[in-house]
């Protein structure tokens, strides 16, 4: 059983930045596929960034270049630095583990966390 708690949500204007974390206990990080997820109102929820066991990174086209994803291995913390944001990138982004190999696809999620939510203001 893996238990996924993200922080770091909040409001911010166009071009600005925010950090998001996902602290994950009750199994190694490193056993699972990791990736945030985001549900804007009324969309499907989607993929946004991910990072798999031997830490190739795969992001949405959306959001290269501007988002990275990382994981502190040690401390079991998965981030999402998110840089240049946009009033499209307002959602709730959700930390997501997966035992696969993939963790593109809410079909291969195992675990979710609560959510956070971001706001982004022109």
């Known amino acids: 059983q893996v238990q996924l708690v993200e922080s770091g949500g909040g409001s911010v204007q166009a071009g600005g930045s925010l950090t998001l974390s996902c602290a994950s206990s009750g199994a190694t990080s490193l056993a699972y596929c990791m990736a945030w997820f985001r549900q804007a109102p009324g969309m499907e929820r989607e993929g946004v960034a991910g990072?798999?066991?031997?830490?190739?990174?795969d992001y949405a086209d959306s959001v290269k270049g501007r988002f990275t994803v990382s994981r502190d291995s040690a401390k079991n913390v998965l981030y999402l630095k998110m840089n240049s944001l946009k009033p499209e990138d307002t959602a709730i982004y959700y930390c997501a583990a997966s035992p696969f190999a993939s963790c593109r696809a809410t079909s291969d999620i195992a675990y979710w966390g609560q959510g956070t939510q971001v706001t982004v203001s022109s």
């Open positions: 990072i798999n066991r031997r830490g190739i990174t």
